[in-house]
């Protein structure tokens, strides 16, 4: 539970009676949660994510339903929750029990495990939602190439791993260059310094990807504008790097490059559950096992400095009974 006292975050491990937990129509036994950037801010207080205390971190988790008064679902059902203003507005998933609205709840997909799902977690629904918008807006793999920032992280390590099973050839940005062999064997085709990308450029530049990921913003996020090509599509998902960005209009208007942005927390029920479909198709185990390290509840606050020193690679899954 985290606390805002002497305008500090205090964040700590304790017991909180069933009885306090919020109104909802759903009580959920939580097996898994996950850590992502946002439950960094959240823990540690660099970013102002917590809009009310005393708070129970945890964007995200999966689980199985103890208590149901909502039509879809019962006992024993097996669920994963992500967003919703979880562990910024509403209580989330680092706890051993959740109340919640059933209609924020999706089935666990079938042939996933609840460990499985939350190897995917906010970041990897926010992935899929990333690969499934740009090709929405007709990124196909004979495009050209495709550029994902933030490529060690959470949300990157997935869209990495989705593009490339998807047929595309996919470069990494890291700025942990030494991660190349984890990277390609996730499917990058070449690992790029994020150093190159981290001055100011100009406005337009050699045109080389046709699409990208962005989990970063910032300079970053201007410079591959820069250097989008023709008919291009960048989302737009994080701000590891900086909330700004200094860019100019001259991609959209000189090379009709498209940048869309992507939001995971309110998704609609339906985009979720597509999401889902192709997350539960498209990863497999060794995938899933590559990508992830697992720590329990109790370790849940140092980790949450490392990834905020941009130390965790790929996901973090909190394992709530350990
Ligand atoms: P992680 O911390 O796991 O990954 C972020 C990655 O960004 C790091 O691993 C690092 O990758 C890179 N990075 C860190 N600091 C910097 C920096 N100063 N400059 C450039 N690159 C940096 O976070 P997540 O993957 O969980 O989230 C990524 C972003 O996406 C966050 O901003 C998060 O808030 C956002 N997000 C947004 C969602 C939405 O709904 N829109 C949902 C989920 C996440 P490397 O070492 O490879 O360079």
Redesign the pocket.
């Known amino acids: 539970m985290t606390r805002g006292e002497d305008k500090k975050t205090h964040a700590e491990l304790t017991e909180v009676d069933e009885a306090d937990l919020p109104e909802g129509d759903v009580l959920v036994d939580v097996k898994y949660s996950t850590l ?3 439950d960094g801010l959240a823990i540690t207080g660099m970013g102002p994510v917590v809009r009310s205390f005393p708070m129970v971190p945890g964007v995200d988790f999966a689980g199985v339903v103890a208590e149901s008064h909502h039509e879809d679902f019962k006992a024993g059902d097996e669920v994963i929750l992500t967003g919703w203003g979880l562990g910024e507005e509403r209580w989330g998933g680092y706890a051993e029990r959740a109340r919640v609205q059933g209609d924020w709840l999706v089935p666990l997909p079938q042939g996933m495990t609840l460990s499985q799902s939350m190897t995917i977690g ?2 990897g629904f ?1 992935a899929m939602l990333c690969v499934m918008r740009l090709e929405q807006l007709g990124l196909r793999p004979d495009s050209g190439p495709v550029l994902v920032t ?7 390590s997935v869209a990495v791993k989705l593009l490339a099973g998807r047929g595309y050839q996919v470069s990494a940005m ?3 260059v030494e ?1 190349e062999a984890y990277l390609k064997a996730l499917g990058a085709s070449e690992v790029i310094n ?1 150093a190159d990308y981290n001055e100011p450029g100009k406005p337009l530049q050699k045109g080389i990807w046709a699409g990208a990921v962005d ?2 913003g910032g300079q ?1 996020l201007a410079n591959l504008l820069a250097s989008t090509r023709q008919d291009g599509i960048v989302t737009a ?5 900086s909330m700004d960005l200094p860019t100019t209009v001259a991609p959209f208007i000189l090379r009709n490059v498209t940048l869309a942005g ?4 309110y998704a609609a029920r339906k985009l979720r559950l597509e999401a889902w479909k192709h997350l539960a198709r498209e990863l497999d185990a060794e995938a899933l096992e590559r990508i992830s390290q697992t720590v329990g509840l109790s370790e849940v606050i140092p980790a949450a400095h490392d ?1 905020m020193a ?1 130390k ?1 690679r790929g996901r973090m899954i909190v394992d709530i009974a350990r």
């Open positions: 992502n950037y946002k906010t970041a926010t933030g490529a060690s992280g959470g949300v990157g890291t700025g942990r991660e994020r989990t970063v970053i998902c994080g701000l590891a790097a992507v939001e995971s927390v990834i941009g965790v």
